[in-house]
């Protein structure tokens, strides 16, 4: 498993999500996504509106993981969309991402479109955290374990490490199982399940939008700190 370690980030300013889906004619039908956005049954109305809610939660310094499952569309269509995208963009590969084979011409994930792209799951690490306005305290670090798909356990789960995946479109996998923190952070999980995810003061404008890590840990309990010892 590949480990990405980040200093210091502002948890307003990192961002996770999965499903986008764009340029999914049946996410934008029969799954009635466009309707749910609130615009017309098209798939271009839909990736706009898909698009205008992340620029309007992500800012141009934010940082996004899309957890699988980004887009349907060609290889070009996927690079466009990525550059209409505020922030630095990282992608953990799901079942419908495929990196593109520039010889057979097939494939929707081209590498160097991105800040970064893993093939299977990342571990997270974010050190010298500021959860002050949590907690109390400061200088904390905190395992994330990225992986499109559901996991029952994973590293350090039972240490305090979380885990954020997609696939379920918020159909299950949505409770937390005991002592362990999981969340499917696709972004259906906001239209589906608001009770569960959806802060009192979000903006109903966005509720297709990635989950901020600020959001993501008022919603669970803090997991103990880390020490270099334990990893």
């Given at each position: 498993?590949?480990?990405?370690?980040?200093?210091?980030?502002?948890?307003?300013?990192?961002?996770?999500?999965?499903?986008?889906?764009?340029?999914?004619?049946?996410?934008?039908?029969?799954?009635?996504?466009?309707?749910?956005?609130?615009?017309?049954?098209t798939v271009?109305?839909?990736?706009?509106?898909?698009?205008?809610?992340?620029?309007?939660?992500?800012?141009?310094?934010?940082?996004?993981?899309?957890?699988?499952?980004?887009?349907?569309?060609?290889?070009?269509?996927?690079?466009?969309?990525?550059?209409?995208?505020?922030?630095?963009k990282y992608?953990?590969?799901?079942?419908?991402?495929?990196?593109?084979?520039p010889?057979?011409?097939?494939g929707?994930?081209l590498?160097?479109?991105?800040?970064?792209v893993?093939?299977?799951?990342?571990s997270?690490?974010l050190?010298?955290?500021?959860?002050s306005?949590y907690?109390g305290?400061?200088?904390?670090?905190?395992?994330?374990?990225?992986?499109?798909?559901?996991?029952?356990?994973?590293d350090?789960?039972?240490r305090g490490?979380?885990h954020f995946?997609?696939?379920?479109?918020?159909?299950?996998?949505?409770?937390?199982p005991k002592?362990?923190v999981?969340?499917?952070?696709?972004?259906?999980?906001?239209?589906?399940?608001?009770r569960?995810y959806?802060?009192?003061?979000?903006?109903?404008?966005?509720?297709?939008?990635?989950f901020?890590?600020?959001?993501?840990i008022?919603l669970s309990?803090?997991?103990?700190?880390?020490?270099?010892?334990r990893?």
């Amino acid at each position: 498993m590949l480990t990405m370690e980040l200093s210091g980030v502002d948890p307003t300013k990192i961002f996770f999500t999965a499903d986008n889906h764009y340029s999914h004619s049946w996410i934008a039908h029969e799954d009635k996504r466009a309707v749910r956005l609130g615009v017309k049954p098209t798939v271009s109305e839909m990736n706009k509106e898909m698009v205008r809610q992340h620029n309007r939660v992500v800012p141009p310094d934010g940082i996004t993981f899309f957890v699988g499952d980004f887009s349907y569309a060609s290889v070009e269509e996927t690079i466009a969309i990525l550059g209409t995208l505020n922030g630095t963009k990282y992608l953990v590969m799901g079942n419908h991402d495929k990196l593109y084979d520039p010889v057979k011409k097939i494939g929707n994930v081209l590498p160097q479109a991105w800040d970064g792209v893993y093939e299977s799951r990342l571990s997270l690490l974010l050190t010298n955290l500021d959860l002050s306005d949590y907690t109390g305290s400061k200088g904390s670090e905190l395992l994330i374990v990225l992986d499109h798909f559901p996991l029952e356990e994973w590293d350090h789960a039972f240490r305090g490490a979380w885990h954020f995946h997609g696939h379920c479109h918020a159909n299950n996998c949505i409770e937390q199982p005991k002592d362990m923190v999981r969340f499917d952070v696709g972004v259906d999980s906001r239209d589906r399940v608001p009770r569960r995810y959806l802060l009192k003061e979000a903006d109903p404008l966005t509720k297709f939008s990635p989950f901020s890590l600020d959001e993501l840990i008022h919603l669970s309990v803090i997991p103990p700190n880390y020490s270099r010892e334990r990893r």
